[in-house]
């Protein structure tokens, strides 16, 4: 048995859930990491140390929310421009997996669904921007839903 521990997002849990539901391999190494028989973490053929820091407020900023809980934004700067600079110093500092809060703390705290049936596009694009930005830098994301 393939045992993988998800690292990237809830919808690559579902799909790989679904993809083994219905018989399908599922061998995803670059968004998945492994645990090889040394019982570390690999991701493909290289060991993997996850060096994780913890993000709850990244999907208001992400969607450009003037303020964030309790504070405002520094001058001069927008959500996304702190959303890369997090990442930035991140990657400065090693860090490689980011743990997202994926609910909104402050900012009204909108909801990525307002009722049955209905979503809020504009925290789903906060979320997806948040994403490539770690994409982008190489760093890993789990989502935790509370």
Not at 60 to 72: F, W
């Given at each position: 048995m393939h045992t993988?521990?998800?690292?990237i997002g809830p919808l690559l849990v579902a799909a790989t859930l679904l993809a083994s539901s219905q018989g399908a391999p599922v061998n995803d190494t670059e968004h998945f990491a492994t645990v090889g028989p040394d019982n570390n973490f690999r991701l493909g053929c290289q060991t993997f140390w996850p060096?994780?820091?913890n993000q709850w407020e990244i999907l208001?900023?992400?969607?450009?929310?003037?303020?964030?809980?309790?504070?405002?934004l520094p001058a001069n700067?927008?959500?996304p421009q702190l959303?890369?600079?997090?990442?930035?110093t991140a990657v400065t500092n090693n860090l490689n997996v980011m743990r997202i809060w994926a609910q909104t703390v402050g900012f009204n705290r909108a909801p990525f669904q307002t009722s049955p049936g209905v979503y809020n596009e504009n925290i789903f694009r906060g979320l997806d921007y948040a994403l490539d930005q770690a994409r982008q830098r190489n760093i890993k994301a789990g989502c935790i839903h509370a």
């Open positions: 993988s521990i998800c690292i060096a994780i820091f208001e900023l992400g969607t450009g929310a003037p303020a964030i809980y309790g504070s405002s700067t927008t959500g959303v890369r600079g997090y990442l930035d």
